[in-house]
């Protein structure tokens, strides 16, 4: 089944550490985001790609880094950099062609907490 | 700025007690409006798109609607498994393909 994969699903940082999140997904879709979601809050743009070897900065990129070698993949760092890392990161992926109409499909979280 | 609220923050339901819930938005040339539901845990599931004013979709107990403002989400005869977080999302114009969310409304349906 098509679909987009996030691990892991739960990740601990210590002080000073930065961490990886992956992302894949087998959509083959062009464009990929990763949010932020905060309890209360919407949704907020970190990075997003919408395509192979560029990146842009969504509202909330400080102390983040993402690269995108592969179309399937979209890894997210945090850095030790983001000093209030506690939140669930979402990832989700866009088909570029087929209208204005198309939504972002989302893989289901992965959960960082500070140790 | 483009913008979107969701009211209410929180809606209970009984079993079978139908109601409506809300997304307002602010932005510069819509492209489309949409929405999730998301269950604790998971990431948000797509629902439906809506793209102008007077469209309506319908899926099982929702039916979403579109204003120039505003959208509804109208549950008819919930089930407690309709109990899940909804959220709105607006593509404006200028932002390309980047959506606006809004901060979702929480709906538990007790039996």
């Known amino acids: 089944d098509g679909g987009i994969t996030q691990s892991p699903k739960y990740l601990f940082r210590k002080e000073g550490q930065n961490v990886t999140l992956s992302c894949e997904q087998n959509?083959?879709?062009?464009?990929m985001y990763w949010y932020r979601q905060d309890p209360g809050q919407g949704l907020r743009l970190i990075y997003y790609?919408?395509?192979?070897?560029?990146?842009q900065k969504g509202d909330i990129a400080e102390g983040y880094s993402v690269s995108r070698e592969k179309k399937e993949s979209f890894p997210l760092t945090v850095t030790s950099a983001q000093k209030n890392p506690t939140a669930f990161y979402l990832c989700?992926?866009?088909?570029?062609?087929?209208?204005?109409?198309?939504?972002?499909?989302f893989g289901d979280g992965t959960r960082l907490s500070i140790l | 700025e483009d913008q979107v609220t969701q009211s209410p923050e929180a809606l209970r339901l009984q079993e079978g007690e139908s109601s409506s819930l809300n997304c307002s938005y602010t932005?510069?040339?819509?492209?489309?409006l949409f929405w999730y539901r998301q269950d604790p845990g998971k990431g948000p599931e797509f629902l439906f798109t809506?793209?102008?004013a007077g469209e309506e979709k319908e899926k099982e107990r929702l039916k979403a609607t579109l204003t120039k403002k505003e959208s509804f989400l109208h549950i008819t005869a919930p089930k407690p498994e309709d109990s899940a977080t909804y959220l709105c999302?607006?593509?404006?114009?200028?932002?390309?393909?980047?959506?606006?969310f809004g901060p979702g409304t929480r709906l538990s349906v007790l039996p």
């Open positions: 959509l083959n879709h062009d464009a």
């Open positions: 999302a607006v593509s404006p114009g200028n932002y390309g393909q980047n959506f606006v």
């Open positions: 989700a992926s866009r088909a570029r062609g087929g209208g204005i109409g198309q939504p972002q499909h």
């Open positions: 932005v510069s040339g819509l492209r489309g």
């Open positions: 790609s919408q395509i192979v070897n560029d990146f």
């Open positions: 809506l793209y102008s």
